[in-house]
């Protein structure tokens, strides 16, 4: 059974930090593409940042030099360290787990990350 579990969401204030952990089981998790999406209310869920099983990265244009992923793959965790918080990023955001050889994803039930003006 595949669980992405997230953690390390919450309140914060503008320019403040937050760092999400997902952990992952279930799966061999060195072998996957590892990915942060968010969704905003009213808003479609859109890809934060990834980080394939090689360690290339790959970020939206509004958290580029903001936010920072990373893998610890002897832990099966991807986190995600969120600097200079601003409140356009208030979302829930969800763990991705992506396999490409046969195009599985999985995703984990999110964690509220909402900042404060």
């Known amino acids: 059974q595949v669980q992405l579990v997230e953690s390390g969401g919450g309140l914060v204030q503008a320019g403040g930090s937050l760092r999400l952990s997902c952990a992952a089981s279930?799966?061999?998790?060195?072998?996957?593409?590892m990915g942060w999406y968010r969704q905003a209310p009213g808003k479609q869920r859109e890809l934060v940042a990834t980080?394939?099983?090689?360690?290339?990265?790959n970020y939206a244009d509004s958290v580029r030099g903001r936010f920072t992923i990373s893998r610890d793959n002897a832990k099966n965790t991807v986190y995600l360290r969120m600097n200079s918080l601003k409140p356009e990023d208030t979302a829930v955001y969800y763990c991705?787990?992506?396999?490409?050889?046969?195009?599985?994803?999985?995703w984990g039930q999110g964690t509220q990350v909402t900042v404060s003006s």
């Open positions: 991705n787990a992506f396999y490409p050889p046969a195009g599985i994803n999985y």
């Open positions: 980080i394939t099983s090689l360690g290339g990265t």
């Open positions: 279930g799966i061999r998790f060195s072998l996957h593409t």
